[in-house]
C-alpha cells in the first residue's frame, strides 16, 4: 500500500502563508492523480486542489488565486501553497494519491493522516 505523510500545518494569521508537503513512501505503484482535501469540524471533507501526473491542476473555487498546487513526481511529492489565508480556511487537510499496482489497471486511492492548518482571525 502506499503511505502518505503530511507535513506544514500549524497555526498561522489571517493574510498569512503557510506550504503543505505529501510524500509517498514506496515507489512500488504507479501514481496518477495526487491532490488535498481538507475537513473541517462538522462539515463534509472536500477537495481543495487536485493535480495529475501530467500537471494538470484543479482547484476549488474558494481557494482560486490564492493556492497552488505542484508535484515533483521524481520524489512523488506534492504541495500545497497556501496564500492570503482566511479563518474560514481552518481545517484538518488531507493528502491523497491515486495509484495503482504497475501489472494492473485497477486504482486505488490512499489517504494521508491529515495535518491541522488552523487560521486566526
Known amino acids: 500500500q502506499v503511505q502518505l505523510v503530511e507535513s506544514g500545518g500549524g497555526l498561522v494569521q489571517a493574510g498569512g502563508s503557510l506550504r503543505l508537503s505529501c510524500t509517498t513512501s514506496?515507489?512500488?505503484?504507479?501514481?496518477?492523480?495526487m491532490g488535498w482535501y481538507r475537513q473541517a469540524p462538522g462539515e463534509q471533507r472536500e477537495m481543495v486542489a487536485t493535480?495529475?501526473?501530467?500537471?494538470?491542476?484543479d482547484y476549488a473555487d474558494s481557494v482560486k488565486g490564492r493556492f497552488t498546487i505542484s508535484r515533483d513526481n521524481a520524489k512523488n511529492t506534492v504541495y500545497l501553497q497556501m496564500n492570503s489565508l482566511k479563518p474560514e480556511d481552518t481545517a484538518v487537510y488531507y493528502c491523497?494519491?491515486?495509484?495503482?499496482?504497475?501489472?494492473?489497471?485497477?486504482?486505488?486511492?490512499?489517504w494521508g493522516q491529515g495535518t491541522q492548518v488552523t487560521v486566526a482571525s
Open positions: 491523497s494519491a491515486r495509484h495503482r499496482d504497475p501489472t494492473s489497471w485497477i486504482y486505488y486511492t490512499s
Open positions: 514506496t515507489s512500488n505503484f504507479i501514481i496518477n492523480s
Open positions: 493535480i495529475t501526473s501530467g500537471g494538470d491542476t
